[in-house]
C-alpha cells in the first residue's frame, strides 16, 4: 500500500530484477480499479531498466480529482516471455492534504551517560527530529549547523 496526499509526489516505488536484463526492459504503468490516466501522472512515464541493472523506480503525482485505486504494471510484449512479475498491482491510498504541522507528544530521557543520551520522542505523525545536547551554558549554534553534520 502505497500512501500519498492529492496535489503530491509519492516516495519512490522499487522494482527489483532477479537478473540483469540483456538489452533494456521497458515496465509500463497504469491506473486501475479505476482508471484515472487525468489525475495521476507517473514519473517517468514507463520504466526502463537498462542493461545490467537490476533496479527500476518510479513515483507518481496524484492531481485533484484522483480517488485511491490500484497501480498496474506490466511488461512490453518483447519481455513478457522472459520476465514474470510476481505482483502486477500496488494498491494506492489518496489522502487529503496534510495542514497541520507536526506535535510533539512526549519526550522521555531514557539513559543519560556522560558522553551520550538515550532520548524517546513521540510525535502525532513520522518526523525527522534534529537535536543538539551540550553542557548548561553551551551556546546554542545555528540550525543549519545541527542539521549539516559537515558543519558541527
Same mark, same amino acid.
Do not use: W
Given at each position: 500500500?502505497?500512501?500519498?496526499?492529492?496535489?503530491? $509526489?509519492?516516495?519512490?516505488?522499487?522494482?527489483?530484477?532477479? =537478473?540483469?536484463?540483456?538489452?533494456?526492459?521497458?515496465?509500463? %504503468?497504469?491506473?486501475?480499479?479505476?482508471?484515472?490516466?487525468?489525475? !495521476?501522472?507517473?514519473?517517468?512515464?514507463? !520504466?526502463?531498466?537498462? !542493461?545490467?541493472?537490476?533496479?527500476?523506480? /518510479?513515483?507518481?503525482?496524484?492531481?485533484?480529482?484522483?480517488?485511491?485505486?490500484?497501480?498496474?504494471?506490466?511488461?512490453?510484449?518483447?519481455?513478457?516471455?522472459?520476465? =514474470?512479475?510476481?505482483?502486477?498491482?500496488?494498491? /494506492?491510498?489518496? *489522502?487529503?492534504?496534510?495542514?497541520?504541522?507536526?506535535? !510533539? *507528544?512526549?519526550? /522521555? %530521557? =531514557?539513559?543519560?551517560?556522560?558522553?551520550?543520551?538515550?532520548?524517546?520522542?513521540?510525535?502525532?505523525?513520522?518526523?525527522?527530529? /534534529?537535536?543538539? *545536547?551540550? *553542557?548548561?551554558?553551551?551556546?546554542?549554534?545555528?540550525?543549519?549547523?545541527?542539521?549539516? $553534520?559537515? %558543519?558541527?
Amino acid at each position: 500500500m502505497s500512501r500519498t496526499s492529492r496535489n503530491a $509526489k509519492s516516495l519512490s516505488v522499487y522494482f527489483r530484477l532477479t =537478473h540483469p536484463p540483456a538489452e533494456p526492459l521497458i515496465i509500463n %504503468l497504469e491506473t486501475v480499479k479505476p482508471p484515472q490516466s487525468c489525475c !495521476i501522472e507517473f514519473d517517468p512515464a514507463q !520504466i526502463v531498466i537498462p !542493461i545490467g541493472e537490476t533496479v527500476g523506480t /518510479f513515483k507518481y503525482y496524484v492531481n485533484d480529482g484522483a480517488v485511491s485505486g490500484q497501480i498496474r504494471y506490466y511488461l512490453n510484449e518483447k519481455f513478457k516471455d522472459l520476465y =514474470h512479475i510476481e505482483s502486477d498491482k500496488l494498491a /494506492f491510498e489518496v *489522502l487529503e492534504k496534510d495542514v497541520d504541522a507536526p506535535k !510533539i *507528544l512526549n519526550i /522521555f %530521557l =531514557h539513559d543519560l551517560r556522560r558522553t551520550r543520551a538515550y532520548i524517546r520522542i513521540s510525535t502525532d505523525e513520522s518526523v525527522q527530529i /534534529f537535536g543538539f *545536547l551540550s *553542557l548548561q551554558g553551551t551556546v546554542k549554534p545555528p540550525r543549519e549547523q545541527i542539521r549539516n $553534520k559537515t %558543519l558541527r
